[in-house]
């Protein structure tokens, strides 16, 4: 029969290089948005957030870009190691709604090849 | 390691029966969020709590309920459980109960219904 399930985009870069993860949200009143890391076997993990009064943010090794005259959000990670290979998961809120409710997206696979 | 902590780590059960997930939140933590991470439906908010008062609902089952204690920890009872109730579920936790509070996730509980 067939399989039942979310199929996530998948990413294969080669160590060494920059990879781009990106996410699209349907929510305008979204103002709060987060980026998770999420190992084989373990929870979400944070790496960094930016508000909607913000296009950039950039962490150690990640950059955040948001624009949101298109609804998008993207994840940009810099000279990637195999460590960083997971599933990526763009998450979303809004001070509108209720409160602590994040709204997650499917996730992107990255594989990170030596 | 995100400080917060859930047991047991997994459980296997029959259809029909009822279980208990704890979970400890971050030390200092107020909040606590509860999340289902299932194949076909991703990651999923079910409940907030904030000091011990529910806070905000997501789309929990009427079979399944949260509590958080006096000492900030949390447990979410699942009863009647069906086979599609199998999933990941993991708590958050953060420090207030602002929309931009960060959530750090526990390792999760793996829960597979027979």
């Known amino acids: 029969g067939e399989s039942v399930g979310l199929h996530l985009p998948t990413l294969s870069v080669q160590e060494g290089d920059n990879s781009i993860i990106n996410c699209a949200y349907s929510?305008?009143?979204?103002?709060?948005f987060i980026w998770y890391k999420q190992e084989s076997g373990k929870g979400p993990q944070f790496i960094i957030d930016?508000?909607?009064?913000?296009d950039k943010r950039q962490g150690q090794r990640v950059t955040v870009l948001l624009n949101k005259t298109v609804k998008h959000l993207s994840l940009q990670i810099a000279a990637t190691q195999p460590g960083d290979s997971a599933v990526y998961f763009c998450a979303e809120n809004s001070r509108g709604t209720s409160y602590g409710k994040l709204t997650f997206g499917q996730g992107t696979i990255l594989t990170v090849h030596p | 390691d995100s400080g917060v902590t859930q047991t047991p780590k997994h459980l296997i059960t029959a259809t029909g029966q009822r279980v208990t997930l704890r979970c400890s939140p971050r030390s200092g933590d107020l909040s606590v969020y509860w999340y289902q991470q299932s194949l076909d439906q991703g990651l999923q908010f079910l409940i907030q709590y904030y000091n011990g008062e529910e806070r905000a609902k997501g789309n929990i089952l009427e079979r399944f309920s949260a509590q958080q204690f006096p000492d900030l920890h949390s447990e979410l009872n699942l009863s009647s459980l069906e086979l599609g109730d199998s999933a990941l579920y993991f708590c958050?936790?953060?420090?207030?109960?602002?929309?931009?509070?960060?959530?750090?996730f526990g390792p999760g509980t793996r829960l597979t219904v027979l």
């Open positions: 930016i508000r909607s009064n913000m």
């Open positions: 958050a936790s953060s420090v207030v109960s602002q929309a931009t509070d960060t959530q750090y």
């Open positions: 929510n305008s009143a979204s103002d709060y």
